[in-house]
């Protein structure tokens, strides 16, 4: 059977996939929908959602579009979320094939750094790395990977370990090969699925914590965050919690979206390994 | 000589990926009280399935055509009170985190009306009766502490550990070593003997199953192709794949037998 | 209990390897970071320019990075932390005074989400496929995708702010004299929420683990053979298959702690717990860099010992821990 027809057969992964798809509009259309600066005063000051046609999610304590400030609020979780665990899968990838395929003292060496970065609690390094450096987009990144790459770290290790007794490493070692070049043209190929299904729990797991970062202050301060917004919200709590609301369930969607969609993919793949 | 079981037309079909199977088609078979029957055939023969029809343990996704009736008794026989049934795989069939003892005294407990103590109590002589060395000991031990032979031992002892009517044994010797193997035949020769069981033994192993059984019956396909006395299936055997299978034996007496291999269904 | 010793010993020299490894990361952090332990103490209490030089030189920052990371060691295994700037004091009593509410906080929600959650795994998992299997798989889900934060914000608004029927932060009232059980239960209505929000997460992961464990053993041998035995379905489900199931959750309990600790900073600067979490985010608001990293290295060194108590909690519930070696 086809595997995309496969994907839509189980309606969680169709439900995950339109959440996506729409995220992923909103993300694209945002400069063209608001082009202008999201952040610019756009009306009175806390008008509720649902009331003017031109504001339909309502204003914040400085009359800001709502509406603009989730759609681009959506392009910084994307591009947050996306690029930490990019970087995340890859360095975790990198580790891990040269753990596995040296062996030894490298080996060791590696996982108990490993080790030592899965001891220390991810959020407080992410925290203590952007205090550090400063607050930007591509630092905020840096520190969401610096605690996401683990796990992909000993997925990679533990495949590697059972990839390079095979066969084609033996005989690539046999034609003179420069073993990093096995290690990363003949092993690391192979030993990519199983890592790269962990990347829906990364790319949802990165998102939730750049919000939280952002929640507390620490994301890019020239850009419209989800996690910003809940913030902001939360000094009129009482009188307007829809302005924290609403970003929530925003969030809440598409790390759900991303969930679901990343289940489909592994259950479709998985169908069809254990078919052929 | 009473019936204890009677099997009519029995079919059953596994549900596979949207392909059916069928695992027996229209068996009947009948198995008095007391007697010792063994049912031969490769792996995929459906013989096991058999066993765990009769034992009601077929899963939800299969479906059955045909009776399994118990003349005699009122109510259908309760698994454990019963039957006892001895799997293939002790490794397997035994709870990794639960001590041999209670895995036996559990039995005792659901089916006696035992206390937890007398439970334990009972299980330490099952343990005896199954010639465990030091009850005492094995009775708090896990089953990664014993060997495969003695754990099934304690599969077995937990299989009796209810005084069955009906003790049936799914190639409860083949995942072990020859020696322990014929030990554990005549395990089961004996504690049948003793408690007046009925048997039935299924087998890919017809030497095996000769010494054991009174019957035999020959499985192919989910087909019943050959049901007789002992002697008269292995001195006489009228159907050609039977006379196969004796040849393929009697050639490779000592050695393991080239269906082996596979695992049963 | 010698397989267990065996397993403790390992793992402690293991812990003490990651530890330092930790200690150097902090120290590198530390060496990038603005300012020094020199400008942190001058800027709370005061001092001139000859003092500053006179006190790099006493405290030796004046010498080689490898000298200055000896030193930094040496004060640590003398539980030296260094000091505060933003408190004027020691950071280890600062820590040492935050800490209980955060291991409170924890505690609490470490029992709520393993507790309910195992037990709502094994109700869904017990019919592997009805319909409460079900809604609770996608249920879980949902949850499970809820950022803590925001989870806190909206059971403020529904329970503290509209109901009034749980205070809306702080971890006790304030000046309300209480004593004694009083107290314990004045406490425990601060915690209701903040535990909840931590906890409720935590609760939709483990909910799933139970649950995802348990439809694996239902395939396992030994679930057939106990069918067989004619054991009830309640003594099925509990005694085998649940038991069976819940080991790798004992486990997840480990590797989660590290999850839950960055989990607590933003619980506890939602409902303003003064612990360990609200502390760091003190300490990132006044920049004080080595106050962060003295609540990193606890941090490290608590993960380390609750992982510790995992293993002994998993050797004594897995009787297969330590066997291969054993007889090896």
């Known amino acids: 059977m086809n595997p995309l027809r496969r994907f839509l057969g189980t309606p969680e992964a169709v439900a995950g996939a339109i959440i996506l798809i729409a995220l992923f509009a909103m993300a694209l259309t945002a400069p063209l929908i608001f082009p202008g600066d999201p952040q610019a005063i756009a009306g009175p000051a806390l008008l509720p959602p649902f009331q003017d046609w031109l504001l339909p999610l309502g ?87 610096l605690g996401a790459w683990t796990g992909p770290a000993r997925v990679a290790r533990a495949e590697v370990l059972s990839i390079r007794e095979r066969d084609f490493v033996a005989s690539a070692r046999v034609i003179g090969m420069h073993p990093l070049e096995i290690a990363f043209r003949e092993v690391l190929p192979n030993a990519l699925p199983p890592v790269l299904a962990l990347s829906s729990v990364i790319v949802a797991a990165a998102i939730l914590t750049e919000a939280a970062l952002s929640f507390l202050g620490l994301g890019d301060p020239n850009r ?41 993919v592994v259950e479709t793949t998985a169908v069809r390994r254990s078919l052929s | 000589m009473t019936v204890l079981l009677s099997v009519r037309d029995l079919t059953v079909t596994y549900r596979r990926d949207g392909s059916e199977v069928a695992a027996l088609k229209h068996i009947s078979i009948d198995v008095a009280a007391g007697e010792r029957v063994a049912i031969i055939g490769e792996s995929g023969s459906g013989k096991s399935t058999l066993a765990l029809a009769i034992a009601g343990l077929l899963p939800q996704s299969s479906r059955i055509e045909g009776r399994i009736d118990w003349p005699g008794r009122n109510h259908a026989p309760i698994g454990g009170r019963d039957i006892g049934f001895v ?63 003695q754990k099934q031992r304690v599969a077995i002892a937990a299989a009796i550990a209810a005084g069955p009517k009906l003790l049936i044994a799914d190639e409860a010797t083949s995942a072990l070593d020859t020696i322990v193997q014929a030990e554990i035949a005549a395990l089961i020769r004996q504690l049948v003997a003793e408690d007046g069981m009925t048997l039935l033994f299924v087998s890919h192993d017809i030497a095996l199953a000769a010494e054991l059984a009174e019957r035999i ?32 034996h009697l050639g490779l007496d000592a050695g393991p037998m080239p269906w082996r291999t596979g695992t049963p269904a | 209990m ?29 060496e990038t970071a603005p300012g020094d332990a020199v400008d942190a103490y001058i800027a709370s209490t005061g001092g001139d320019a000859g003092m500053i030089e006179l006190l790099r030189h006493r405290w030796g920052l004046d010498q080689s990075v490898l000298t200055r990371l000896a030193n930094y060691l040496w004060a640590l295994l003398h539980l030296d932390l260094g000091q505060s700037v933003t408190f004027s004091r020691p950071i280890r009593d600062v820590i040492l005074e935050r800490l209980p509410n955060t291991l409170l906080l924890m505690g609490s929600a470490t029992a709520l989400s393993f507790g ?27 949850l499970y995708a809820v950022p803590g934060f925001w989870l806190g914000l909206v059971l403020i608004i529904v329970f503290a702010v509209d109901l009034r029927w749980f205070p809306i932060g702080g971890i006790e009232s304030i000046a309300s004299g209480k004593t004694g059980l009083d107290r314990a239960v004045d406490i425990a209505r601060h915690l209701v929420l903040p535990v909840s929000a931590l906890g409720f997460i935590y609760l939709a992961l483990y909910l799933r683990m139970m649950r995802a464990g348990m439809a694996e ?52 600067s939602v409902f303003s717990v ?43 519930l897995d009787p297969r821990v330590g066997a291969s070696e054993a007889s090896a």
């Open chain 2, 217 to 248: 019956a020959v499985f192919r396909h989910g087909d019943l192709v050959e049901i007789g006395t002992t002697a008269q299936v292995v001195n006489t055997p009228r159907n050609a794949y039977t006379r196969a299978l004796l040849d393929a």
């Open chain 3, 116 to 142: 309910l959650g195992s037990a709502l795994g094994i109700y869904a998992g017990a019919r592997p496929g009805s319909v409460r299997d079900r809604f609770l798989s996608i249920g879980s889900l949902a």
């Open chain 3, 217 to 268: 053993v239902w395939r396992q041998d030994f679930v057939l053979a106990a069918r067989a035995k004619g054991l009830s379905r309640r003594r099925i489900v509990l005694a085998h298959v649940a038991r069976n199931a819940l080991l790798p959750l004992v486990t997840m309990l480990g590797l989660q702690s590290a999850q839950m600790l960055g989990g607590s900073v933003v619980i506890e």
């Open chain 3, 2 to 30: 010698n397989r267990a010793l065996t397993l403790i010993r390992r793992r402690l020299i293991g812990g003490i390897f990651v530890l330092l490894i930790v200690v150097i990361g902090t120290f590198l952090l530390l």
């Open chain 1, 59 to 145: 204003t914040d304590r400085l009359g800001r579009d709502v509406t603009a400030e989730l759609f681009h609020g959506a392009r910084t979780s994307l591009a947050v979320g996306l690029a930490a665990a990019a970087a995340a899968l890859v360095i975790g990838a990198v580790v891990g094939t040269l753990a596995g395929f040296a062996g030894g003292l490298v080996d060791e060496v590696l996982m108990r750094v490993t080790d030592a970065f899965q001891t220390v609690p991810s959020f407080l390094l992410a925290l203590a790395f952007v205090s550090i450096v400063g607050p930007s987009l591509g630092v905020v990144v840096a520190a969401i990977a």
């Open chain 3, 274 to 316: 003064p612990g360990l979490g609200r502390l760091a985010q003190e300490a990132v608001a006044a920049r004080d860099i080595p106050l962060l990293l003295g609540i990193i290295l606890v941090s490290a060194v608590m993960v380390i010992v609750i992982n510790l108590l995992v293993d002994i909690a998993y050797a004594v």
């Open chain 1, 224 to 264: 419209v965050t989800w996690g910003g917004m809940i913030a902001e919200g939360r000094a009129v709590l009482r009188t307007a919690p829809f302005l924290s609301i609403v970003p929530g369930i925003a969030l809440v969607l598409t790390v759900l979206g991303v969930y679901l969609a990343g289940e489909g």
């Open chain 2, 87 to 149: 799997f293939q795989d002790p490794s397997a069939s035994l709870d990794p985190v639960m001590a041999v003892g209670k895995q036996i005294a559990e039995v005792a407990h659901t089916h006696l009306g035992l206390g937890w103590s007398a439970a334990y109590a009972k299980a330490k002589t099952l343990l005896e009766r199954v010639r465990l060395p030091d009850p005492d000991v094995a009775l708090r031990a896990y089953p990664h502490q014993l060997s495969g032979g």
